[in-house]
């Protein structure tokens, strides 16, 4: 699977280079899944789960881009359906848009709805992660983020790349993600980490591991 994770979707114009050359082709050309379920664990989820899927979130542009067609891809539905009315669609999509909230409530979603078995067969498939969206492809998100409580009682994740995510770094709503709260997070998680801006994203290809930046990024 081919990564662009991102800190707010596609802001500027590099990530969106990024994102054109992971698909191989236009955005006009391509089919996109959008997966809200992560937002539905915070405030006001339904609303804000409206917002991204309908593409009026004027933050984080992911669904608004331009696609050939988008569907929603809703992880909590996807237990009480037969396999073969979602799995095909997923197969067939180009790129899965997924949106942010709590990255734990992803993850739980992800390996009970089977999403996260199909995810190593979709070797062409990209998957553009927004916040929690990214954060759980990571091994772990640190207690810091832990909203929403997992049957596990951890801060877990797919594991799908070796490095964690401290995103929103300076972002005037979220006063406490500053480079140094994200610095004393790095020294708890026990591995390689980012912290990122609104203007980053990494891309990642078979390992091969890419920041792509208009803004401010450090890695620990």
Same mark, same amino acid.
Do not use: C, F, Q
């Given at each position: 699977m081919k990564l662009l994770?991102?800190?707010s979707g596609i802001k500027n114009a590099s990530i969106k280079a990024a994102l054109l050359d992971l698909l191989g082709k236009p955005i006009s050309e391509s089919t996109a899944l959008c997966i809200p379920t #992560?937002?539905?664990?915070?405030?006001?989820?339904p609303f804000n789960a409206w917002q991204f899927v309908s593409g009026q979130d004027p933050d984080c542009a992911m669904t608004e881009l331009g696609w050939k067609a988008?569907?929603?891809l809703e992880l909590t539905a996807l237990p009480s359906v037969d396999k073969d009315r979602w799995v095909p669609l997923v197969r067939e999509a180009d790129v899965l848009l997924v949106g942010?909230?709590?990255a734990i409530y992803l993850h739980h979603w992800m390996r009970e709805s089977g999403l996260a078995d199909?995810? $190593?067969?979709?070797? =062409?498939?990209?998957?553009?992660?927004l916040?929690?969206?990214?954060?759980?492809?990571?091994p772990r998100i640190g207690e810091d983020f832990v909203g929403w409580k997992s049957p596990a009682g951890d801060d877990r994740t797919m594991g799908m790349v070796d490095f964690s995510i401290f995103p929103h770094?300076?972002?005037?709503?979220? $006063?406490?993600?500053?480079? =140094? #709260?994200a610095e004393?997070?790095?020294a708890g998680i026990g591995g390689p980490a980012y912290a990122i801006d609104d203007q980053t994203a990494i891309k990642v290809i078979d390992g091969d591991v890419e920041v792509v930046s208009e803004g401010h990024w450090k890695r620990f």
């Open positions: 994770l991102t800190d #992560a937002i539905y664990a915070n405030p006001r989820g988008v569907g929603l942010g909230g709590d199909l995810l $190593p067969s979709l070797t =062409e498939t990209v998957w553009v992660g916040s929690a969206g990214s954060m759980v492809m990571t770094v300076g972002h005037p709503s979220l $006063p406490l993600n500053t480079m =140094e #709260a004393k997070w790095a």
